[in-house]
């Protein structure tokens, strides 16, 4: 993506195979935010694809949808904007302490992106963002610089 920096990632240090994404910030666009795909591992026409020469193209072809989330620019701001959030039952979900998701334990992105991370155990991605980006993993490879 043009323009934006990497601040960190989440997920899998294999993203696209296994499930993760990357922290964003630009300045003309704002920020930050977080990416997250679920991983080709977990979508079913990749298994259905199988081996051979063009096995590779068929699964660059694959359109997948892409989850983007702002993070706010700080704790306080980011814990407004998700106010429907039960941090509570988060907690309890993933064995951590309430006290992780206070405003002063998400100074910054990285943190903001683990809480969304562990938000979405219990909500799902798709509570965060009702409309993800639709493309290709070929254009998802491009967009995050990977291959």
């Given at each position: 993506m043009r323009g934006a920096r990497k601040l960190g990632s989440i997920g899998d240090?294999?993203?696209i195979d296994y499930g993760g994404g990357y922290i964003f910030s630009?300045?003309?666009v704002g920020g930050p935010w977080v990416e997250y795909f679920e991983g080709l591992d977990s979508d079913d026409r990749v298994s259905r694809i199988g081996y051979g020469e063009d096995a590779d193209e068929k699964i660059d072809a694959l359109k997948v949808e892409l989850y983007r989330v702002d993070l706010g620019k700080d704790g306080p701001d980011f814990?407004?904007?998700y106010d429907w959030v039960d941090?509570?039952?988060v907690a309890a979900t993933t064995g951590q302490d309430p006290?992780?998701?206070a405003p002063g334990k998400l100074r910054t992105?990285?943190?903001r992106a683990l809480a969304v991370q562990d938000?979405?155990?219990l909500h799902g991605w798709h509570n965060f963002d009702?409309?993800?980006l639709q493309m290709t993993v070929a254009e998802l490879r491009e967009r995050w610089g990977v291959k």
């Open positions: 240090v294999n993203p630009a300045p003309e814990l407004r904007d941090w509570e039952d006290s992780a998701y992105a990285q943190q938000a979405t155990s009702s409309y993800p």
